[in-house]
């Protein structure tokens, strides 16, 4: 049972990340067409959602493939925390979006704009620092695992302390989330191989 939530989890990462790049793209090319308002809005925020929904199941079955395979627990409450902060970078762009894209924004004042927009700006800004310092300490903890995870812990930890080091930055955000893809590339690689049974790659010691 739990190599068939391995496997579908390994998969559902590889289409979080399809739609992500699906995402930008949508955003750009229909940003060029002038319908922003019209159909993009409802558009993203489905496709966020169901992004954000694939992403917390993958890293559920990650956390419980380390815990039960592994018998590694190191990273249960940053994996926790990560969801966490999912859940809310969901809501508060979502948010962001909508009131952005809302046709009574431009009747507002620069006053009025600035109470509406304010506060969910530093919470988004906020929670990315957050995520940002919860990343790296994940991929620092996930180096202390002894198995090499058929050759990828190394390149998933430390692509995610990058990725999570730019998004710091907020500067750098757009490249952080770049990296952070990436790093999702060998968590369904893990996901994958563990689903099918392949021998455990030797323990390695850092």
């Known amino acids: ?18 739609i992500m790049v699906a995402m930008n793209v949508m955003q750009l090319s229909l ?3 002038g319908i922003e308002r019209v159909i993009i809005v409802p558009l993203f925020i489905g496709s ?17 493939l380390l815990n039960r395979r592994h018998n590694f627990f190191g990273v249960n409450t940053l994996i926790t925390l990560i969801i966490i902060s999912l859940c809310l970078f969901t809501c508060i762009f979502s948010y962001l979006k909508l009131v952005a894209t809302s046709a009574d924004i431009e009747q507002l004042s620069k006053r009025e704009l600035l109470g509406v927009m304010l506060p969910p700006v530093v919470a988004m800004i906020s929670l990315l620092i957050s995520f940002g310092i919860i990343g790296i300490l994940y991929g620092v903890k996930l180096l202390r695992l ?18 999570s080091s730019m998004m710091l930055t907020i ?15 060998f968590q369904a690689l ?4 563990s689903a099918k049974g392949e021998p455990e790659a030797v323990l390695e010691y850092v």
Not at 173 to 184: N, Q, R
């Open 1 to 18: 049972m739990d190599a068939r939530n391995y496997e579908i989890a390994g998969w559902l990462t590889i289409i979080s990340i399809a």
């Open 31 to 33: 940003y060029m067409l």
């Open 48 to 64: 966020l959602l169901l992004q954000s929904g694939f992403s917390i199941y993958a890293v559920v079955w990650f956390r419980r």
């Open 146 to 163: 002894e198995n090499s995870l058929f050759g990828y812990r190394k390149p998933l930890a430390y692509l995610y302390i990058i990725g």
């Open 171 to 185: 500067v750098l955000l757009p490249l952080g989330i770049m990296v952070l893809m990436a790093s999702d590339v």
């Open 190 to 193: 893990i996901l994958l191989k």
